[in-house]
């Protein structure tokens, strides 16, 4: 089960990083994003001719972050995750589209490619805990 502080720090965010690494070379992106609590995924949208999107398809294995910018210590909260990025199939891919578009509706002014992260670890950091205070979560081996 995730922390519900990790399920509400996802869901009162919108920008992460996500960073793939192919033939021993890091890349990093930034791209709007939701969170589906239920399935305990990551939906965004990227065109799958940028580099990041090529590389999904060479190296489905991502990690990423979604933090909160401030510089008081005190305040410090942030997300670093791992896990597979794919694009939805079949009744999924409706589910997240329209999931997706709520969020953010003037995406369907575009072509929105969307991508789904099923995320296997999330650690999430919250110095209002005390300073350095993590709380990890891991997916199970099924």
Not at 21 to 36: G, R, T
Request: aromatic share 10%; proline share 3%; charged share 25%.
């Amino acid at each position: 089960m995730i922390d519900k502080r990790i399920v509400s720090f996802f869901k009162k965010h919108h920008v992460l990083t996500i960073a793939t690494s192919v033939n021993n070379e890091p890349w990093c992106a930034n791209c709007f994003y939701i969170y589906l609590e239920e399935e305990n995924i990551l939906i965004f949208t990227t065109d799958p001719e940028t580099r990041h999107g090529r590389e999904f398809t060479a190296n489905q294995l991502i990690a990423g972050s979604v933090v909160l910018e401030t510089i008081i210590m005190g305040k410090i909260r942030g997300i670093q995750f791992q896990g597979t990025v794919s694009e939805p199939q079949g009744d999924s891919a409706e589910k997240v589209k329209r999931a997706y578009l709520k969020r953010f509706p003037v995406a369907m002014l575009m072509d929105t490619h969307l991508w789904v992260v099923e995320l296997t670890h999330i650690k999430y950091t919250d110095n209002r805990l005390g300073f350095g205070k993590k709380i990890i979560w891991q997916k199970t081996q099924v």
